[in-house]
Structure formats: C-alpha cells, structure tokens
C-alpha cells in the first residue's frame, strides 16, 4: 500500500461527475480529501490523498483522467513565494504540522515542506507579508 | 580614543575594521576589549519589521494647465494633500478607499499606503486621482494618471517613528482570539509575538545614544537617510537592565531618505488580519567605535536584553501599564517561552534573518569606503518620558476654567 497526493481540476462541464465514489468502490481507494472547491457549473478543484496498491492507484488515476479531469501530482493548492517571505517567523505558530518552519537556527530562516502541507490555509490569512496563497 | 575623522579616514581608504553587532560579541571574547576597541572602527547594526509610523512625501510636477491637488488617492488609497499644489503625503496604514475594514470582522486588510509605497519602490506604475476646487492660478479640477516613482521630481520617505529601542511581546489571556499589529493571538495564552532584532537592533547596541543622534547617516532600506529627530513616543526614561539597556520600549527615531534609491526586498506592504495594513522596512545603522564604552554597549546579548509580555486582549487596549513577566530574547528566539507555568509558542514579525542580511550590506558598504559615518548634529533627549493623552469632558466654558 502506498499513499500519493493529486491535485486535481476538473472544467466546467466536469464537476457532477461523482468521481470519489468510482475511486472508492471500483478501485479500492482510500480517500482522504484535503480541500475541495467543486461547485456545479463551475470549474472545480481537488485536493487529495488516494491510498492503495499502485497498481489500483495507477488505474484509478486512468479512470479520472478519462473523465477529463487534469490529474497533477506537483502542482499544490498552497503555494510559498520564497521571494516575498521575510523569515519573519510569524508563521510558525499558526503552521499545524510545521510545514512551514526554520530551516536555519542561525540566520532564522523559513522553508515550506510541501508534503507536510495540510492546506488549512492558516498561513495564507496570518502571513502579513502575503507569502502564502492559494490557488483556489 | 578614536574620532569620527579618523573612522571616516579609514573608511575612504577602504582600511576600515568593520563587524556586525552579532560578530563583535565573539570578536571581543577572543581580543579582549582594550585590543579590540583599537582594532574594530565600526559595528553595524540592523532592523528589519513593520514600522507603522512610516510614510513618504510625493512630489509630481505640474500638469497642463496646473491644479492644485486638495483631494487626492494613489490606487485609490487616500494621501494627505494639505501642503503644496503637487505634493502629497502618503502614510503606511492607510487602508485603501472603500476597503471594508473589519466590517466581515476579521477583515483582512489586503491594500494600503504600505503597498502603494512597496510599488512604488519596486518601480511599478502607480494610478494617480486628484481633486480641486479650481483657482484662477490653478484652474483644473481633476486629474487622472499613471505614474512611476520615475515620473516624479522627489519621492522623499519621512518616518515620524522607526527603530524602537525595545518592544512588547504580545499575549492573549482571554478566551477569545485577539487581532492586533503583532498578528493574530489564540486564546489562552497560546502563542505570543514580539518584534525586536534584539542583539542585531540599533538603540539597543547604542542605549545611551552615544552615538545614534539627530543628523546619523542610516541606511534606509538601501538609501543613506539620515535621523531627522527623535521619533515620536521617545521615552527614553524607563527601567534599564544590564549595560542601561531598557526593558521596555523607551527609545525612536524618525528617519528620512530618497526612495529612489531604495531597494524593494527591504520596502514590504504588510496586512494584519483584523487589523490593518503597514509597511515593514530595513533599517542600518553605523555605530563608530570612539571608545571601550562605545563598544562595551555592543556586546549585549540576546540573553541579556528583556522584554515585558504584555496582555494584548486587557491589559493593552486599557492602557493599564500592567506586564505580565519579563522574558529574554534568547528565549525568545527559541521558540517557546514559559508564562505563569505553561510553555508558550513564540513567533515574531520582525525578521532576524533579514537584519542579519543588511547588517552585512552595511558592513560592505562601509568596508568598500561607500558609506562613511557622520557625527550626530545634535544627542536625542534622555530624560524624557512619553505622556498620555487627557480626556477632558464638558464645553469650552469648563475647560477656560480649569
């Protein structure tokens, strides 16, 4: 078993298309949705942790992608700016799972671990300097 | 021992002994202090955070025919026109026209003067709508354009209060979160912030202002301004721990400088959830080493510098002078401190690593022989203390009879 995280976008014409159902049923899969946006009509996006063999993993993505769904493993729904971080620091105690953290005690320096990201968001509305956004 | 001619005939002779107010701690440890106050010409000093009482005046010529600007907005945010025709006074916390504000408390305060003034600085164009009543001198009555820091003829940043000597660390002791300028406070004592470059911070490498004084060349966030005045809320009559270093705010200073040569990565708009919007800026600053007392005030240590821990939820708004404890930076710094029995979770919004960054610019400037010292005009007041404002109820007639 292993577990991989998908940031999916489904167009418009997409979003009615109950898709965590086939996942779960049909594949096999756990699912653990981090954040979602899929409202009908509109463009929609999903954040996810799909758990399985990587073979049923492998063919799960195969059916998602048929439903014209992108299928990103990359591509995250929080994204860092290191440029416009300061290290302040401010961050830390709002991060949950320390994504965000020092990466250098001396110099005070902030790095994102992306995998640690949950996507609570908390960053985006506590970071004065506007380093944190998402993407949905 | 040493004067301000001969640190500056060094200097342009690019001989100068130049250390961070971080690295002179070590340097003296190993020389000893008699050796090293011959050795070492300068400690540079630096700050990097909001600095809400920050702000700069606009100068953009005249246009045909002229106007004379009575109400004006930069990206619609709102500037004091009150002097001249075609100069303007933009101010870091002003919101933006018609920004909520915390009406969907709590707001979140996207744009402002500080942002207008971070755009400005990173040369970016700047829509410009001004108002008049019209004269016979000056008969337009509105104007709308676009502009870049370029376009004008000054863009001078004027700063009533940077570089605070000391601060706060904020707390929140009630039960509900708490939105101010030192970042959202969970509930309970559950994280607290300060905001200090602590061992790195200007005033308290210099306490006494032996050498930080009205007329020092600074540099501001890439410019060399200078400290125009004491800041407002100079307070320099406090309680001072180890080396006169105070323990609670105490000293400012109001700064100047071009922003036209200022450079963008030390020129930042903020937003504060629930709050409002500020700037953040870099600051350095020289301090010649003239003498062992000079240099002695720059070994103070995180450790050894304190600041209170103020109850941001009660004891702040209120006004009520009340501190909770003192804790040191060096606990700070390190992540948690421990209030009434409970380890607490610390962040902070001023950036060590970014004034640890300009402390080496300065240094290199000042090695290269591109920033030469200057002796103050004049010493900011020591015994001064901050007053706070009168409530007086009741009509003119009462207040002629007081």
New interface residues.
């Given amino acids: 078993m292993i577990t991989k995280k998908y940031f999916l976008y489904f167009p418009r014409s997409e979003t009615e298309k109950p898709l965590v159902y086939h996942l779960v049923k049909d594949y096999d899969l756990v699912i653990n949705i981090f954040r979602a946006k899929v409202t009908p009509d509109e463009e929609g996006y999903l954040i996810l942790d799909i758990t399985g063999t990587e073979e049923n993993i492998a063919q799960g993505i195969a059916y998602i992608k048929t439903l014209n769904v992108t299928v990103n493993e990359t591509v995250r729904g929080l994204r860092w700016d290191e440029d416009k971080c ?9 991060c949950p799972t320390k994504a965000l953290y ?1 990466a250098d005690q001396k ?4 790095a994102f671990d992306e995998e640690k990201c949950i996507e609570c968001l908390s960053c985006v ?2 970071c ?3 380093a944190c956004t998402s993407v949905f | 021992m040493k004067t301000y001619d001969e640190i500056n005939k060094k200097i342009e002779s690019k001989k100068a002994v130049v250390l961070n107010a971080e690295e002179i701690i070590d340097y003296v440890e190993k020389k000893g202090i008699e050796t090293a106050a011959k050795e070492v010409d300068v400690v540079t000093t630096a700050t990097f955070g909001p600095m809400c009482s920050s702000g700069c005046f606009l100068n953009f010529g005249h246009s045909k025919p002229k106007i004379r600007i009575t109400e004006a907005w930069l990206d619609d945010v709102p500037v004091y026109s009150g002097v001249a025709a075609v100069d303007v006074f933009l101010g870091a916390t002003q919101l933006r026209y018609n920004d909520p504000a915390n009406m969907y408390y709590p707001g979140d305060f996207k744009f402002g003067g500080g942002h207008v003034i971070e755009k400005l600085v990173a040369g970016e164009s700047v829509q410009l709508f001004g108002l008049s009543y019209g004269t016979d001198d000056y008969p337009r009555k509105e104007v709308r354009t676009w502009f870049t820091i370029n376009d004008l003829n000054q863009a001078i940043m004027v700063n009533p209060r940077n570089c605070y000597q000391n601060y706060n660390v904020a707390i929140n002791c009630s039960d509900k979160p708490v939105y101010s300028y030192l970042g959202k406070l969970k509930p309970n004592m559950t994280n607290a912030t300060f905001c200090s470059a602590g061992q790195l911070s200007p005033l308290l490498n210099d306490p006494l202002y032996k050498t930080i004084g009205i007329g020092t060349r600074v540099w501001l966030a890439g410019a060399h301004g200078h400290v125009y005045a004491e800041g407002t809320q100079h307070s320099p009559v406090c309680e001072r721990g180890e080396n006169n270093v105070p323990t609670e705010g105490a000293g400012t200073l109001a700064l100047t400088g071009d922003m036209k040569r200022m450079k963008k990565e030390f020129v930042r708009g903020v937003s504060f959830i629930g709050y409002g919007v500020s700037v953040a800026l870099g600051i350095g600053i020289p301090i010649p080493v003239l003498n062992k007392d000079i240099l002695r005030h720059t070994l103070i240590k995180d450790r050894d510098i304190f600041a209170p821990v103020v109850d941001y939820s009660s004891d702040y708004p209120n006004a009520t002078g009340n501190i909770i404890t003192k804790v040191s930076y060096e606990e700070l710094r390190r992540g948690t401190i421990t209030i009434e029995g409970k380890e607490v979770e610390v962040g902070s919004l001023s950036s060590y690593n970014k004034a640890l960054k300009i402390s080496e610019i300065l240094k290199d400037e000042i090695k290269r022989g591109d920033f030469l010292i200057s002796q103050p005009i004049q010493s900011l007041q020591l015994d001064k203390q901050m007053t706070s404002l009168k409530i007086i109820n009741g009509t003119k007639q009462d207040i002629n009879n007081l």
């Avoid at chain 1, 300061?86 to 709002?94: D, Q």
């Avoid at chain 1, 110099?107 to 902030?110: L, M, P, Q």
């Fill in positions: 300061v290290s302040c620091t401010n961050c830390i105690v709002h020092i110099t005070k320096r902030i509305k506590n004065p300097f506007n």
